[in-house]
């Protein structure tokens, strides 16, 4: 028993680009706020990845502008003023400011002001769908990409325990967000992490269903791992229903409940950090999860649940079922509520980089590291910290 | 729409004091405590430029003395201690300090103590003028000042809209003081700015008063502004009677409500930071401010108003309008506290030095440069931070 | 009246060590827990001089090991995971290590990890007696020292005002211990400061026993002070029933109260940092007190009543005393809480180091002086301080 912690491996060099990600990476698409916390004409202020960005909704459009007022610096959303539909004015000094390219076209009370049309807001392209509005952050002359492309991969219309895409028309998503303690890379490393998985064992989820769910997988050699960085977009992932189950651990007396099987079960992680666990809580349901840097110490945990619903009716049930069901059981205190916690457990150990040098791998944190590489070597870019932190 | 952000103004070379005047401005005057927060015996701590300072009344003269014990370093405000009404002891170790000299005179169990005599406190001198107690903050050795060249300048007694001035024997100031967030700079830049005044456009003392307000003024250029720099007091301020005013902007669909014009309104900002507003709220009245560093991060908000009571009866009349009206409706939710607001708005932008760079000034922001400028050139000396803060 | 703050003396160049131990010294005992808070397969996690320890008890043993798990760095005791009577597990990935070894010699999920068997946890020696738990912190290859070394020495059997020793088969001890603001050093350095015992001089401890005790004591010269470093343990102390007692200040009016003599009242400070009253708060008990670090600017305040009982009679006597009027009246609001109000006004000061080189000692300091010194000369090891806060 010569070796002690001291002695642990240190991160590869090749690590280092994802050691600096502390605020994120960027020229990605983000989820921003679900389309309900935005109704007409209202402006919300968010934080993503250190940038403050605010949305405003005029005629039913989406529009995302910097939340910083280029005058004083204060922050657009802090008191809302939008008098005509094609602008956003600041609430301070009347800084208005057109909604489409952000150019400085008014101040309330300088109307011929020579600053006029000369300084610009900057803007993010905008999509929203579903019930999702999503913000593409990263450099201002970079390529617009594909919604598509930070989304998980759409499956084949013909897989027989195929789920629903998130932006297929007859798609429903209904979930929620909050913002957590832990960096973003402990929250998505711990997504698809089959390593833990072992601290829901105890959990109401599985053990309402039956659910035979492994305190863990065998993960023999890489070959174990799904890659999928050929293309847009990129992941890496686990079929549960192929690899061998762990079930019990005699010695030390721990055993999974349950022995019903979940058809179909993929758990596959994405580009910026895209959860997507195929069936589930449910057969037929998906599960898509977001863990989107705020600062460098809090990420805002998005939980989606997605079904195909063909008609009103299906919708409906849907909505009666997550509301009264897989809110608590799936999202919250049955299951998800644990994760939420381990992030923050581990954030300390991290905080100062400490942890990257420190941490004590295992043979299931294969998994893990491949994500890494997957972040190394095919994100579009590491965000820049900001210079300090507006409001 | 070429220019971006990045490319705003640079702050000129020559404001650089002001920038390193976080901590404020010294050898100046500034209020300390209303006289009614001090009683007979009572000791009072609070905090200026990063100064701890112990205000103590003994037979009704007010003392003020450095607030950190020669010994160990606590408060003597922490736990009063007076025993004799020509000292003040330390509640922990009993050194005891002469109130006129700051000398240790004594110690409670060591009456013999060889350090008695050869150590003494840092004393302020303080002036006390109805209601209202001051106390000059800066270097011990810097000549002393009147308090008359750190406040407004005193109205020729035969200007027909003539207000109170604080010192006149005949004058009754009424008021309140809070700590509020933001940087005192913020705060002064904010008290007289013409290109805000818009945010009180709704307000319930313009409405109340069916008052026709502007949006702004016109600042055609630097004559617009009443630069007062020679002797003492210095200052620079705006005649709103005489300037041009901005009532709507037809674009946007704003307009300011109200037609009754205030006679004699003139606004003046002094320095170290004293705001003077002459017929305000109310005909007749005046409302003085100051702005008083704490620390880096906060300052002391004073709003006074001021009246000229000649009868025991005016005193009584102008105290019950004070307390069931102007508190609220000017000093608080009817108008200043959307200041208070504006001003922890800014923070953030500023609080790392970034704002005074990035920052993007417009016409009105003329009268902020120059109170800038009468800052960088007739400040007394910049404030150096305290290594620490106490307390 | 020449000299001003900053001509007091600078410290001594041999008390740098002592300015360095910040965190702590190391190498030797402290008490962690009391007895009752760790009942069987309970886990408890406490931080000491920056280290975070877990402690279990298994089979009636207490084992005492590191509290970070070598894989991701999370607190064991966040959420207590005991499998077996010879192991501790993480509850997130099921690291499982040896109670005696601390190695790691199981993972629930991967039972066959070529990781087991070639990690292993810190841990550390304890000693658990008379209901209280201690640990010995410092390097792991020091060898290992006697508890009794870092305890108050043991007075002879046939001393008139012997009271009971911690480790004496018929001593009961029972008190309290509570995290408090300051510094340890701020905490011992008050703790037998005769130069402070004047904050006391109001207590209800001293008025309800009529108790004639000074205001202070006159030190006249070092050998007023009993030094006791020649083997271990090593303390200094003062003989309250020798020294000539200052019993009022005529100038400032003051007096302390009360009559009674205590008889063999003695008081000395120890190696780590252990206080040791004889004879208080009443003739036959002794107060046990350690100020035992946390991180750098927070300690435990240990506050333990001793007494010799022979029969559980007098055990339940003692308790019943103990529960009815000592915690309140000696340990909490009738005594010993002013000294807590004392070491937390005094962190501010120090917190930067700036009281070290500007506080201004008078002769009563003498004491606290020597204390600094047999620190310096003896303590076995300055803590080093921990990279970084975990958990």
């Not at 959303?77 to 009347?94: E, M, N, V």
């Not at 833990?196 to 070959?223: C, E, T, W, Y």
Request: with cysteine.
């Amino acid at each position: 028993m010569a070796a002690s912690k001291s002695e642990s491996r240190k991160p590869l060099k090749f690590l280092q680009p994802y050691i600096d990600a502390r605020w994120g990476i960027k020229n990605h698409w983000y989820p921003a706020l679900f389309s309900h916390e935005v109704g007409e004409d209202e402006v919300k202020g968010i934080q993503v990845a250190g940038e403050h960005i605010a949305l405003r909704r005029a005629n039913g459009r989406i529009y995302a502008l910097q939340d910083v007022c280029l005058h004083r610096g204060v922050l657009l959303s802090a008191r809302p003023t939008c008098l005509t539909k094609d602008t956003i004015s600041c609430w301070y000094h009347g800084f208005t400011y057109d909604l489409e390219s952000g150019d400085l076209c008014d101040i309330i009370a300088s109307q011929e002001d020579p600053l006029i049309g000369k300084v610009s807001l900057r803007t993010y392209p905008v999509r929203e769908v579903n019930g999702m509005i999503f913000v593409f952050i990263g450099d201002e002359d970079y390529p617009r990409q594909p919604l598509e492309h930070d989304l998980p991969h759409r499956v084949a219309d013909d897989y027989e325990h195929r789920t629903a895409y998130p932006l297929d028309e007859d798609t429903v998503l209904l979930g929620i967000r909050r913002e957590c303690v832990g960096n973003w890379r402990l929250a998505a490393e711990s997504g698809a992490d089959p390593g833990h998985v072992m601290i829901h064992r105890l959990s109401a989820l599985l053990l309402s269903q039956n659910l035979g769910f492994p305190l863990s997988v065998k993960l023999k050699d890489k070959d174990s791992i799904l890659i999928k960085d050929e293309g847009w977009p990129k992941g890496i992932g686990l079929d549960y229903t192929t690899l061998e189950h762990v079930m019990e651990n005699k010695r030390l007396g721990v055993k999974t409940y349950g022995n019903t099987v979940r058809e179909g079960l993929n758990v596959t992680m994405y580009l910026p950090g895209v959860l997507y666990v195929e069936n589930w809580p449910d057969y037929g349901l998906a599960q898509y999860e977001w863990y989107v840097p705020t600062d460098d110490k809090h990420h805002v945990y998005w939980q989606v649940l997605a079904k195909t619903c063909k008609t009103a009716e299906e919708r409906q049930d849907f909505k009666v079922q997550y509301d009264n069901c897989w809110e608590e059981l799936a999202l919250k205190s049955g299951f998800n509520d644990d994760d939420i916690f381990a992030r923050a457990a581990m954030e300390p150990f991290y905080e100062d980089e400490r942890g990257w040098e420190e941490e004590t791998l295992f043979s299931l944190d294969q998994f893990v590291v491949e994500w890494r590489k997957l972040v190394v070597n095919h994100a579009r870019g590491i965000q820049t910290p900001p210079k300090q932190k507006t409001g």
